[in-house]
T-cell receptor, first 107, second 113 residues
């Protein structure tokens, strides 16, 4: 059974701070990793994907991947209240999802 | 440019009934995947289809079935509905079957009473 684990939170950060979201996975053969954001009652929307070890930056978002440690993270810089949502980590071609981390950005 | 569209958006069914959910992928996308999301949980993988062939199946009973049509749209069928089948059913489309980002439709909210 392929497992993806996330801290369910809730995680609260003040506006302008860095939010750090973490995800570990069990399938060592996984090659693709995705972060999705899901607002309450809405469907997931893609934020970033990462395939190689290291960091990948896109605007205020940075994904970090360490395959040896089976760990992927998402950093959100200059957090905004509009970033308040559940963040889902997805692993593999057929998207094994974690349970998501609820983030609240406090104005 | 149209995104992934799902129909219907909401559905109420009685235990024991059958339901069919529909999904139209983004134009040019050849892969469709189905997920079940229970409140408070992450989406759970049900099926993936690529070029009309099943490429993967999650840990769901045989009451769940799906198919993909020549135009790449897809249907998910659930027979003998149980109360526990109440969930948000999500369809995601992607360009290829592997190693590519997927985009989700708005989902179908199924309530079984």
């Amino acid at each position: 059974q392929k497992e993806v684990e996330q801290n369910s939170g809730p995680l609260s950060v003040p506006e302008g701070a860095i939010a750090s979201l973490n995800c570990t996975y069990s399938d060592r053969g996984s090659q693709s990793f995705f972060w999705y954001r899901q607002y309450s009652g809405k469907s997931p929307e893609l934020i970033m994907f990462i395939y190689s070890n290291g960091d990948k930056e896109d605007g205020r978002f940075t994904a970090q991947l360490n395959k040896a440690s089976q760990y992927v993270s998402l950093l959100i810089r200059d957090s905004q209240p509009s970033d308040s949502a559940t963040y889902l980590c997805a692993v593999g071609n057929q998207f094994y999802f974690g349970t998501g981390t609820s983030l609240t950005v406090i104005p | 440019d149209a995104g992934v569209t799902q129909s219907p958006t909401h559905l109420i069914k009685t235990r024991g009934q059958q339901v069919t959910l529909r999904c139209s992928p983004i134009s040019g996308h050849k892969s469709v995947s189905w997920y079940q999301q229970v409140l408070g949980q992450g989406p759970q993988f049900i099926f993936q289809y690529y070029e009309k062939e099943e490429r993967g199946r999650g840990n769901f009973p045989d009451r769940f079935s799906a198919r993909q049509f020549p135009n790449y749209s897809s249907e998910l069928n659930v027979n003998a509905l149980l109360l526990g089948d109440s969930a948000l059913y999500l369809c995601a489309s992607s360009l290829w079957g592997t190693n590519t980002e997927a985009f989700f439709g708005q989902g179908t909210r199924l309530t079984v009473v």
